[in-house]
């Protein structure tokens, strides 16, 4: 049986599906569609999340982000699926010149700073597009597991700015924090 995708209230999920098209299934929470990735595991989701990919033209290995988010409907919290390829349809917009307190942001040391994931400019639109990277289930996992550091780390360091603290990853911290996801991901 392959793990499936647990999605919890505003967490985005980085997913690559191993075929252009998901199964319509009915089941205990109504219809959904099914879907295979390329690292081994199904996701279940709702009818407009598929629709939402195909919006998108969104074909199979392409890495994409999946958002469960919870919004407000007057008083009543209401879930909204948000699908985006770039990373610009599921954070919250922030300008990139300015930290959540306002100010803008500290110099990084060591390379972490916010440059795009592959270095020259902008983020790879999917998985073949990574430079040399090999595009298998545990090499998929690897770049998810790398890439779920760098924002972490850049979470982490929004939320210690808006504390008044000043935290600082280095590129040596992201690679830690990416292996660590990794290898207990792995078991």
């Known amino acids: 049986m392959s793990e499936k995708v647990q999605f919890q209230t505003n967490v985005p999920i980085d997913v690559a599906l191993k075929y252009n098209d998901g199964k319509e299934v009915t089941g205990q929470y109504g219809d959904q569609?099914?879907?295979t990735l390329t690292d081994g595991r199904v996701m279940y989701v709702p009818p407009i999340v598929k629709k939402k990919i195909d919006e998108l033209g969104i074909g199979r290995g392409e890495l994409f982000t999946i958002t469960k988010a919870e919004k407000k409907n007057g008083t009543r919290p209401t879930i909204e699926w948000v699908v985006g390829t770039d990373g610009s349809g599921y954070r919250k917009p922030q300008r990139r010149?300015?930290?959540?307190?306002?100010?803008?942001?500290?110099?990084?040391r060591g390379g972490?700073?916010?440059a795009p994931a592959n270095g020259n400019g902008h983020r790879p639109s999917s998985l073949s597009d990574a430079k040399g990277f090999l595009v298998t289930g545990h090499g998929q996992f690897l770049l998810q597991a790398l890439a779920a550091a760098v924002d972490v780390a850049s979470a982490t360091e929004r939320y210690a700015a808006a504390c008044g603290l000043e935290l600082q990853f280095t590129s040596e911290d992201l690679r830690e924090i990416g292996l660590s996801i990794y290898s207990t991901g792995g078991k």
Do not use: E
């Not at 010149?97 to 990084?108: E, K, L, V």
């Open 33 to 35: 569609v099914l879907y």
């Open 97 to 108: 010149d300015q930290q959540p307190n306002g100010t803008a942001p500290a110099q990084r």
């Open 112 to 114: 972490a700073g916010s």
